[in-house]
T-cell receptor, first 113, second 111 residues
Framework: NAGVTQTPKFRVLKTGQSMTLLCAQD?????MYWYRQDPGMGLRLIHY???????AKGEVPDGYNVSRLKKQNFLLGLESAAPSQTSVYFC????????????FGPGTRLTVT | GQSLEQPSEVTAVEGAIVQINCTYQ??????LSWYQQHDGGAPTFLSY????GLEETGRFSSFLSRSDSYGYLLLQELQMKDSASYFC????????????FGAGTRLFVKA
């Protein structure tokens, strides 16, 4: 099992450019999440999904869109990147178990200049 | 509003015991989790408390008091490899699917 994988690992964008971050999980998990982590801060939830075809807003959804067309994939899109979106982005997935343990991907380090 | 408060830094000596506290204020509550994150790495799950009391997993234990909106992570027999950031997280509203993380506690273990 690869667990949770993220593509790409690093990316540099210019202000106004767009990009899509891909998250894939092979654990058949129902729930998937996108977080951003800024230096010295915890993880902030951007969007999440409770199943294929469903998405919902988290704490900081502005400037991002998501799609969950397949159960194993969760895409995060930036339509017009801004320097404030410079961050490390983590994807996570979890199952319906009691602990709702979240499994995290390795992260994508994004810099917007 | 929703908030979780935990100390920003804690320093302890190898072999000692350390407790990291977390207080929370959320609109809903389904459970308190703890995650560990080493520099440059991804967060990894440590423990989860849905009910009051102590949960023990090896050297790590986690406690929850729902009436006090308070929990803590206890690390025993500290090792150098325990130097990392520790985050408490609350399953909040949205049917319990939204997870809100604290800002993290940086633990430094000294020899």
């Amino acid at each position: 099992n690869a667990g949770v994988t993220q593509t790409p690992k690093f990316r540099v964008l210019k202000t106004g450019q767009s990009m899509t971050l891909l998250c894939a999980q092979d654990m058949n998990h129902e729930y998937m999440y996108w977080y951003r982590q800024d230096p010295g801060m915890g993880l902030r939830l951007i969007h999440y999904s409770v199943g294929e075809g469903t998405t919902a807003k988290g704490e900081v959804p502005d400037g991002y869109n998501v799609s969950r067309l397949k159960k194993q994939n969760f895409l995060l899109g930036l339509e017009s990147a801004a320097p404030s979106q410079t961050s490390v982005y983590f994807c996570a997935s979890s199952t319906l178990g009691d602990s709702y343990e979240q499994y995290f991907g390795p992260g994508t380090r994004l810099t917007v200049t | 509003g929703q908030s979780l408060e935990q100390p920003s830094e804690v320093t302890a000596v190898e072999g000692a015991i350390v407790q990291i506290n977390c207080t929370y204020q959320t609109s809903g509550f389904y459970g308190l989790s703890w995650y560990q994150q080493h520099d440059g790495g991804a967060p990894t799950f440590l423990s989860y408390n849905a009910l009051d009391g102590l949960e023990e997993t090896g050297r790590f234990s986690s406690f929850l008091s729902r009436s006090d909106s308070y929990g803590y992570l206890l690390l025993q027999e500290l090792q150098m490899k325990d130097s990392a950031s520790y985050f408490c997280a609350v399953r909040d509203g949205g049917g319990g699917f939204k997870t809100i993380f604290g800002a993290g506690t940086r633990l430094f273990v000294k020899a």
